[in-house]
């Protein structure tokens, strides 16, 4: 699973997908569908920057490019020249306005369970 955050100024997602394809596209769009809405997003990928190709691919996403997402879960499918070649799932987040959980602390002297309103 992938995890981006729209908070973030680059995602970096690091997949297998160029040893799958000889030569490798330059155009590289990752589709992301969220099964809630039935939308589709197209999300352009940039040049792999991995020190290991053979290996992996590495890309940097801005998170701005996920903005129009609400948070949640979607799947992606990777597909070059129109052809699918991976897929899985894509988790958004939106650090900056997700709100934390609340901690409290618990007296000795109050009684030993927490009730949640």
């Not at 992996?56 to 996920?66: E, I, L, N, Q, R």
């Not at 958004?92 to 934390?100: E, G, K, L, S, Y």
Request: net charge negative; aromatic share 10%; no cysteine.
């Amino acid at each position: 699973m992938l995890i981006a955050d729209k908070a973030l100024s680059g995602n970096i997602f690091i997949i297998t997908v160029s040893e799958r394809l000889d030569p490798v596209p330059s155009n590289l769009h990752m589709m992301v569908h969220s099964t809630f809405s039935n939308v589709t997003y197209d999300v352009e990928l940039p040049e792999s920057t991995s020190p290991y190709p053979d290996r992996y691919d590495k890309y940097t996403v801005a998170g701005s490019a996920f903005e129009p997402m609400e948070p949640g879960l979607y799947s992606f499918t990777i597909e070059a020249d129109g052809t699918p070649v991976k897929s899985g799932m894509l988790k958004v987040i939106d650090q900056a306005t997700d709100q934390a959980y609340l901690i409290q602390e618990v007296d000795d002297t109050e009684d030993d369970f927490l009730i949640h309103e």
